[in-house]
């Protein structure tokens, strides 16, 4: 009956259960001696009550949130911590290993940015409103953690921009940076900042040039757990940057965070200016954008996210645990044009592009931060957005990135090993029309029985030991997962 209902909806995603279902990833990295906060995220009927076995000296649970608090120990090693929820319908378990090192990022990041929706129209109360919606709408359910600002939170520069030791001040629309961080931290989520090694931004508010040092104290003292770092006003210091020039602002910003005493991931957002996945991790970065604003892309025969993901995946080799390739943001739902940042509309893409969407970016190991309007979620999004067998193959724990197994005209084939011997398998159709688009054994690199099932109807589809082949919609996916 689901089934008949998800066909008629044009949805593929079953809706979760009313048993509890954890839905974190199986790693998480941290660092020695920091402030901890990890909101387990769990779909079922609430209330669900939590336990956790094996929890380090220093970290508590929240029984009644789920939400995971304290410091994490001084030592470095890995806690295999069991997670168990349960409700009067059912209960899970799932082991949860917090590995307490150097390395933080073990799997990409997710969340929401504000950019593509708000731009310089955002408010205090629109990230407010944003952090209140991740949990309403259950997106926190299955692992989205950031609430992230982007541009236009700062002073235009000037006398203004700083006090009189310094520091960054916040614009009107945001009387209270401290607040606001804190106000996202007790929802279990994590708060995300914006700013520019330049002497601005790229909306021309104050940057960080020259006050590095002290924005990364501030950041930390706020309580921020991301920075993205955006290259725009840095252009105004080296017009035509060399390896050495693009290095230099995020090598300093990479070693000033990692001093801070808490956590805080780096983003690189320079655009893949000379090759950065070759050292972007060099620098401190924990994921680096390799192709220009996606939002700004033009569409030719097929969206802009194409080929935005087109540049990405051949950048197999740069992607690991604790360092990510970032093609953007996904938009899908409600959002703003960024050619001239207007009001949000209900983008154009049909249910199988955006399907695809969220195929390609899951395959590609890439950072899941979507940027549409919070405050306008439909059935449809979530239904993208909030697959836990969609994620869990972006948030394997090998964390390799898909590699192209074929890619024509017509079709493109992505394989991306998992955990255990399995693999995931994106058969992706570039035409106008339905066609069948096969996938052998051999050119995956496979060899006997695997069995093969559909993440994105979480349907068992039988074994086979010498292809796969599935009729595609156009402009749609058929993913796989082959497992012995």
């Not at 209902?5 to 954890?22: M, R, V, W």
């Not at 990230?127 to 709408?137: E, L, N, P």
């Not at 330049?198 to 757990?225: M, N, R, V």
């Amino acid at each position: 009956m689901i089934a008949l209902l998800l066909a008629a909806s044009g949805l593929l995603t079953p809706p979760p259960g009313p048993a509890p279902h954890i839905n974190a990833p199986k790693i998480y990295g941290a660092r020695p001696g920091k402030p901890f906060l990890y909101r387990i995220p769990c779909t079922g009927a609430r209330p669900i009550e939590f336990t956790a076995k094996n929890l380090p000296p220093g970290i508590q649970l929240d029984a009644k949130t789920g939400i995971l608090s304290g410091t994490t120990p001084a030592e470095k090693r890995e806690f295999a911590i069991t997670l168990q929820a349960k409700n009067s319908h059912g209960k899970h378990t799932r082991v949860f290993r917090l590995q307490v090192g150097d390395t933080l990022a073990l799997t990409p990041p997710m969340g929401w940015n504000h950019w593509y929706t708000h731009y310089c129209r955002v408010t205090d109360a629109t990230i407010r409103r944003a952090a209140d919606a991740m949990i309403s709408s259950g997106m926190a359910d299955f692992g989205y953690e950031f609430v992230s600002i982007d541009d236009c939170w700062m002073e235009d520069p000037g006398p203004n921009a700083r006090d009189s030791a310094g520091l960054p001040k916040s614009n009107s629309k945001f009387p209270d940076m401290k607040g606001l961080a804190d106000y996202i931290h007790s929802k279990g989520l994590k708060a995300g900042i914006y700013t520019s090694p330049g002497p601005t931004t790229c909306q021309k508010l104050e940057g960080a040039w020259q006050h590095e040092s002290i924005d990364a104290k501030t950041f930390a003292a706020w309580g921020y757990d991301l920075l993205k770092y955006d290259w725009c006003g840095y252009g105004k210091i080296v017009p035509k940057p060399t390896l050495a020039d693009s290095r230099k602002p995020y090598e300093l910003m990479g070693s000033l965070l990692s001093a801070q005493p808490r956590d805080i991931q780096l983003n690189l957002c320079q655009y893949g200016r000379n090759d950065v996945w070759k050292w972007g991790a060099e620098v401190g970065g924990h994921s680096w954008r390799t192709t220009g604003d996606l939002g700004l892309e033009r569409d030719t025969e097929l969206p802009g996210f194409y080929s935005i993901a087109f540049k990405n995946m051949v950048l197999t080799g740069h992607a690991g645990p604790g360092h990510w390739n970032d093609p953007d943001y996904i938009l899908i739902g409600w959002y703003g044009n960024a050619h001239g940042q207007a009001e949000p509309q209900k983008a154009k893409l049909t249910p199988d592009e955006q399907y695809s969407y969220m195929s390609l970016w899951s395959l590609m190991a890439a950072p899941l931060f979507f940027s549409g309007d919070m405050e306008k979620l439909d059935e449809f999004t979530l239904n993208v957005l909030c697959n836990t067998e969609i994620i869990d193959i972006n948030q394997d724990i090998l964390g390799k990135q898909a590699k192209v197994i074929r890619k024509t005209n017509e079709e493109l084939v992505l394989a991306k090993p998992l955990e255990g011997g399995a693999m995931a398998v994106g058969l992706f159709n570039l035409s106008k029309e339905p066609r069948k688009i096969p996938v052998t054994w051999s050119e995956l690199g496979l060899h006997g029985i695997y069995k093969s099932r559909d993440p994105w109807r979480h349907k068992n589809q039988g074994p086979s030991s010498s292809k796969a082949e599935a009729p595609v919609p156009a402009h749609g996916v058929q993913l796989l997962r082959l497992s012995r």
